[in-house]
């Protein structure tokens, strides 16, 4: 049974994967069980990853210009790869 991104949510998702790790780890399946555990995980995976990145694209915050006023930002991710570490760091100290 596949599943979809429209039928499962995040919590879910992540609830089967650990069911599926715990599993497979616990050596309770058999080679053909394994296979399908670990292509389901997969998709799982995959659904997860594409959650966490269009919650990301939302992200936003506030930053106070000299004159006091605030802007709002789009809080940049992995994909920005030329903002450094202190920049990032700068945003939760502000």
Known sequence: MAAKKKDI???EAI??????TRKLEGGQLTLDESIQA???GMELKKI???MLSRAEKKLE???RKSDGSLERKV????????????????LFQE
Do not use: M, V
């Open 61 to 63: 915050y506030l930053e």
């Open 75 to 90: 809080i940049e991710t992995d994909e920005d790869e030329d903002r450094s570490a202190a920049d990032q760091n700068r």
């Open 9 to 11: 949510g995040f919590e």
């Open 15 to 20: 609830e089967q994967l650990e069911d599926l």
């Open 48 to 50: 997860c990853q594409e």
């Open 38 to 40: 670990y292509e389901k």
